[in-house]
C-alpha cells in the first residue's frame, strides 16, 4: 500500500492474466478491476470507471496517449461502426495499470485512467502463434451498416461469396 498517493491502483501483469479466461481484445483486461463495468452506449472497448462516461477515461500506451481526439475514446472512433479499437494485441502487453482517485498529472479526465506496458524485445527470436476458428455454417450472414435493413443509401460493402 502506497500512503503517499490519493489513487486506488488495480496493477495486472502478464503473469497474472495469462493463467485466467479472458476476451481476445486488450480490453478485457480493464474489467479485472474493481470499480470497472461497461460503459453501455461507449462499447465494450471504453469501460465506466467509477461511475464515469467510458469516453471520460484516459488511455496510456508505454507514456502515450492512446484517446481518440474527437471522441475521448481507446483507439480510433468512427461514427458510423463505433469504437475500431487500438491495434494492441492482447499479447504485446506485460502490465496494465487502472487508477481511480488519480492524482493531479491525470487532472483533465473525470474517469479513470489505464495505463499499459507493452513487453520489451531481446535479441533472441521469440513470439506467439495464435488462432481463432469461426466455422461459416456456425454463423449467419453479416450484418452491416451498408445493408438495407439500416436504411442508408450506400449499398457497397456487403461482403458477397
Known sequence: M??????????FSDDFYSKIPLGRGVSSL??????VVSGGGTG????????????????????????????????????????????????FVKEVQIRRGF???YGHVSGGVIQLVTKSGST??????????NARMM????????????RVTNLVGRRFE
Open 2 to 11: 502506497d500512503t503517499s498517493a490519493t489513487s486506488v491502483n488495480s496493477d
Open 124 to 133: 533472441a527470436f521469440h513470439g506467439t502463434v495464435g488462432t481463432y476458428l
Open 103 to 105: 492524482e493531479p498529472q
Open 30 to 35: 480493464f474489467y479485472l478491476a474493481p470499480g
Open 44 to 91: 465494450e472497448e471504453n469501460p465506466s470507471i467509477s461511475g464515469s462516461s467510458g469516453l471520460e477515461n484516459l488511455y496510456v500506451a508505454d507514456g502515450v496517449s492512446i484517446n481518440d481526439p474527437a471522441f475521448g475514446g481507446i483507439g480510433v472512433w468512427s461514427r458510423a461502426y463505433g469504437p475500431l479499437g487500438t491495434g494492441i494485441n492482447l499479447s
Open 139 to 150: 454463423q449467419t450472414d453479416y450484418a452491416n451498416a451498408d445493408d438495407p435493413q439500416f
